[in-house]
């Protein structure tokens, strides 16, 4: 969206950077565009993200040019009162200690989805005689035994 491109400027080193930033139309939960396309001093420079509490480049770029061009892209949102990223991240992810709100049965396992409901019924299973890793099946006929439920 052509409206949504805007002006940025900044020195490092002894060289200034004058370009512009078009965001990309896919938003994020927050409503913020997930990518940037940055160009600088008329060359197409890089599509940017805020990823893990820092900016990255969708190719290998300088660090110091990439953080540079993301700090100008966060002053244009907060300027617009809107959030910075980082205020975006704690604000979208009110979880702590890796327990996710996920409704889903048997969303996974690990700490990211610890908390997360499971399936009550997930380790029911038929055992011919002793529980025995071999002789254990999660289905509810064993087609080992020939028994039929």
Not at 101 to 108: L, P, Q, T
Not at 120 to 144: F, M, T
């Amino acid at each position: 969206m052509e409206d949504d491109i805007f002006d940025i400027s900044f020195v490092t080193g002894d060289k200034k950077y004058t370009g512009w930033v078009n965001p990309s139309e896919k938003l994020d939960s927050a409503g913020k565009p997930v990518s940037f396309h940055v160009v600088l001093n008329d060359t197409s420079f890089a599509y940017l993200s805020y990823y893990d509490c820092r900016w990255i480049a969708n190719e290998e770029k300088s660090e110091e040019l990439v953080s540079k061009a993301g700090e100008e892209i966060e002053k244009h949102y907060s300027s617009l009162n809107d959030l910075t990223m980082d205020d975006k991240k704690t604000k979208d992810n009110d979880q702590h200690g890796g327990v996710t709100d996920k409704h889903d049965m048997n969303a996974g396992s690990g700490a990211f989805n610890q908390g997360s409901q499971q399936d009550e019924h997930l380790n029911e299973g038929v055992a011919d005689g002793i529980a025995h890793p071999d002789k254990v099946s999660k289905e509810k006929e064993n087609p080992k035994s020939g028994k039929q439920g």
